[in-house]
């Protein structure tokens, strides 16, 4: 019997339907999975080493700041690193931004567009030198092209680092329909992904990348969840 996997269309279009259909609000579904991953994270590190915490421009960035939020409520430090432009698109990961901001949790941020070697050396100077983990949430599964300049830099950066990597939801650079690397690829120790597995983790190349993988539940109505789950993989 095939194991219940997402692929890439499903995963889009089983979150519209929690949001439209059933009328769970996409920042509660974002808060469940940010404060899923830290929970994880908390037991995995239970020595509280920094963590730094890459976020990128769309939602798994906004899922990596409820993760800082909540890490910081329980005592663990972080450090949050956003790689997206100054001008946030209006949304459920802006309003976690605004969260982080007011509550005075310490972030830099770096335009991607105008990321040279003065900020890259800014960037590994405060991203690794004491950090004990990484919390990749730079892209999920809606990636489906290579990373561009500077996350292809970046993942360099991670990989080469020996530092533990949690992946949110899946690792960044990883195809989720495939499990294939589209391009750079972070190799992440363990993958916390939400709701189920992904449809490329059936493939056993993925598992380079994904490390441990945790299923995290974000709240989806269980209805909904058991008719994707009762589908024929198609």
């Known amino acids: 019997m095939t194991p219940f996997t997402l692929s890439r269309a499903e995963v889009r279009e089983l979150d519209r339907r929690a949001i439209d259909g059933f009328g769970v609000p996409g920042v509660v579904l974002m808060e469940n999975a940010g404060r899923g991953c830290a929970e994880l994270l ?6 509280r080493k920094p963590t730094a915490i890459l976020c990128g421009p769309g939602n798994n960035g906004g899922d990596g700041f409820v993760i800082a939020r909540h890490l910081d409520n329980h005592g663990w430090p972080v450090n949050v690193h956003v790689l997206a432009r100054h001008n946030r698109t209006a949304g459920d990961a802006d309003i976690n931004f605004d969260i982080l901001y007011t509550a005075g949790i310490h972030f830099t941020q ?9 900020h890259r050396d800014l960037f590994v100077r405060q991203g690794f030198q004491e950090s004990g983990w990484v919390v990749d949430a730079l892209f999920g599964t809606g990636l489906s092209r290579p990373l561009a300049a500077p996350f ?18 899946i690792p960044s650079g990883l195809d989720c329909d495939t499990g294939e690397p589209l391009g750079p690829t972070i190799r992440a120790t363990h993958t916390a992904t939400f709701v189920a597995p992904k449809r490329g983790f059936l493939n056993p190349a993925s598992r380079e990348w994904l490390g441990e993988v945790h299923v995290i539940d974000i709240g989806v109505p269980r209805v909904l969840v058991e008719e994707y789950r009762n589908r024929i993989p198609v």
């Open 110 to 118: 770096y335009r991607p567009d105008y990321f040279d070697q003065p």
């Open 42 to 47: 908390m037991q995995l590190n239970p020595e």
């Open 152 to 169: 292809d830099w970046l993942v360099g950066v991670v990989n080469d680092s020996g530092v533990p990597v949690l992946a949110v939801d």
